[in-house]
């Protein structure tokens, strides 16, 4: 059966009207809210070490249709530096580099979070994305500072992102929309997997997430430690131990098992993993990991009030 296409519509008249209708959405839409296919530039406020990480994720990406990049930093050598390496302009004009951008990432450290706000907020309204990374921060906080209807989504990405294996959590604010979120989350999965979570979690998440390449650093330093200890060359170590964590965390992802069955599959009776693991229970690993994450995401509570 032939299908209607666009060009069979016009003979139709409740096409027509229906094709009208389309038409005077998409011009109030043009007026208040720009389409984000039509999105051109992203800027990034605050390239440090995660912002950096981001731009240096998003100039090697072709998977959107934005095209042009630019950042700023707090320091001005350091700012030519960037724009040197990845040949995007890069300065300490918050203002303007927001205003020549469609999509705003926010990228800096909560302290500085209300003076950058303030320095961009002649320049953003309805037509512009903010994605904000900063710990802590609201997207409600956010709105209220700029004080318009501008669409904010509340992103909490981690480090890996630079390998394209990163883990990013993100939730909207008030104002935007089901598209900005599918913006956001074509950006973040472009650099590994992106959630949509409540907001109410962005502080847990970051005490897991977001700090979590942190302790995993430290178990992987204690296995190459490990692997010397019993002999190993220390590159050798580390490459064991760094594969098996992957392997590991990959199993738990592909094969959506509890991680207890997957330890269970290693654990043969009476044989050596069973006396590992009678070490860790005594070390108390278990207990000691759960109390990081839980520390840090009281941390995370507290970053903006302690600004
Ligand atoms: N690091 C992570 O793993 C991670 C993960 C998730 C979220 N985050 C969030 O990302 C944010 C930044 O953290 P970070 O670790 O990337 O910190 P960072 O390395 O210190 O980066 C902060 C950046 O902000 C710039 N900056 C400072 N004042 C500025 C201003 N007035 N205008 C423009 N740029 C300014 C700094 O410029 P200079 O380079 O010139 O000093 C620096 O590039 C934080 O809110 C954090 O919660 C971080």
């Known amino acids: 059966m032939a299908s209607i296409t666009h060009a069979d519509a016009p003979q139709r008249p409740e096409f027509i009207s229906m094709r009208k209708q389309k038409h005077m959405q998409q011009a109030t839409r043009t007026a208040k809210h720009k389409p984000l296919s039509d999105s051109r530039t992203l800027a990034i406020l605050g390239a440090g070490k995660m912002g950096g990480i981001l731009l240096q994720a998003f100039a090697h990406y072709q998977g959107t249709p934005l095209l042009e990049l630019s950042a700023t930093v707090q320091h001005a050598e350091r700012a030519g530096k960037l724009g040197e390496r990845f040949n995007i302009p890069v300065t300490t004009d918050n203002r303007r580099t927001a205003r020549n951008a469609d999509v705003i990432f926010l990228c800096v450290k909560p302290q500085v979070a209300d003076q950058v706000l303030a320095e961009i907020r002649p320049e953003v309204g309805p037509n512009k994305l903010i994605i904000s990374i900063v710990a ?169 009030i302690a600004k």
């Open 136 to 304: 802590s921060v609201p997207t409600s906080y956010i709105e209220n500072k700029l004080g318009k209807e501008v669409p904010v989504i509340r992103a909490m990405p981690n480090t890996p992102s630079v390998v394209a294996c990163g883990m990013t959590a993100i939730c909207k604010g008030r104002y935007a929309t089901d598209e900005h979120m599918d913006m956001a989350k074509k950006l973040f999965s472009s650099v590994g997997r992106c959630a949509v979570a409540d907001e109410n979690k962005m502080d847990a998440i970051t005490g897991l997430s977001a700090s979590g390449p942190a302790y995993i650093y430290i178990i992987l330093e204690s296995l190459a430690e490990a692997g010397v200890k019993v002999g190993l060359s220390r590159e050798l170590a580390t490459e064991l131990a760094a594969q098996t964590v992957l392997g590991a965390a990959q199993m738990v992802l592909k094969t959506g098992e509890h991680p207890a069955l997957l330890k269970e599959a290693v654990t043969t009776p009476a044989g050596c993993t069973i006396d590992g693991i009678l070490e860790l229970e005594e070390g108390k690993l278990r207990v000691t990991l759960i109390k990081a994450v839980v520390k840090a995401t009281q941390r995370a509570k507290e970053l903006l």
